[in-house]
């Protein structure tokens, strides 16, 4: 659950009409290289770097999240596609794996974006972050001070882009802010363009656990195979190397009940094992 104690403070970016459209110059190289990396394993590090040189940023994470009609975006969990910045790549990984697998559900700013379509900003700042632990854990430990979430929801489907900064950077500015909303108009179609011809096998069976957890995530989204939001975070564990006990201390739940989770995800999947998980997780179904 988000902490209690009012609303975080954050910096919504008002409707186009009444904020200026800024021209961005864009150097075509590096847009160029972006496209050409849809649909591999190099694409988020190919759309950071094209990010980084249109407004001053350390990271970038995205994610995507599908809500069937009939369905309320609370019950639902996002795919994480990936993340890439200025920090080593395993220490970033391991940090934004373990938010989606631990923090994701106590994270206020997913229920304070606005969901509504077209395309959205929030900014934030660590310091107004009041769940201590979350805090510590994500944006101390990736020395994060301050976030901008840029978001788009079309047809059931929402992608969020979180564009980070360390402490050598200034907070955001309006300006800014609306310079990062103009750039979703080119980025995010390349992120559905992405999401329709990104193969499924992006590591083999020994790439780092948060590969593990991204490929999971893509194959499930490709092939719309509906997990349960529990289902999902204790897959998401269990590939990490985490084991039931490990589960079922994090969420509050019996073994027994966390074995139930991973029965029901085994015959979604036809599957019999985490090995199988796994596996099932890296096989190319292109």
Not at 51 to 56: D, Q
Not at 124 to 130: D, K, T
Not at 221 to 231: G, K, N, P, Q
Request: glycine share 6%.
């Amino acid at each position: 659950m988000p902490p209690q104690g009012g609303a975080i403070p954050l910096t919504m970016l008002p409707p186009m009409p009444t904020c200026p459209n800024p021209v961005i110059e864009l150097r075509p190289e590096q847009l160029g290289r972006a496209i050409a990396a849809t649909g591999t394993h190099d694409f988020i590090r190919r759309l950071s770097e094209f990010l980084i040189e249109l407004v001053p940023i350390d990271a970038v994470t995205v994610d995507v999240l599908r809500t069937p009609a009939g369905e309320a975006a609370a019950d639902a969990l996002p795919v994480w596609l990936g993340s890439a910045g200025n920090a080593p790549q395993d220490h970033l990984d391991a940090v934004i794996a373990k938010y989606y697998s631990v923090y994701y559900r106590r994270d206020p700013i997913n229920d304070a974006a606005p969901c509504g379509a077209g395309i959205h900003v929030v900014q934030r700042s660590a310091g107004s972050i009041r769940d201590e632990e979350f805090r510590r854990n994500v944006f101390d430990v990736a020395d994060i001070h301050d976030e901008s979430v840029l978001s788009r929801q079309h047809n059931g489907v929402r992608f969020s882009v979180s564009l980070t900064r360390s402490r050598r950077l200034p907070p955001f500015s309006i300006a800014e802010l609306a310079r990062v909303r103009r750039i979703g108009e080119l980025i995010f179609p390349l992120l559905d363009m992405h999401l329709r011809t990104a193969p499924t096998a992006l590591a083999a069976a020994s790439a780092p656990c948060a590969s593990l957890v991204m490929t999971l995530g893509l194959r499930l989204a490709r092939e719309h195979v509906r997990l349960s939001r529990r289902e999902l975070e204790t897959c998401q564990m269990l590939i990490s190397g985490r084991t039931i006990v490990d589960v079922a201390q994090a969420f509050e739940l019996s073994p027994t009940t966390v074995k139930c989770y991973l029965e029901r995800v085994y015959a979604k999947l036809g599957i019999r094992s985490v090995r199988e998980l796994r596996a099932w997780a890296c096989k190319d179904a292109g």
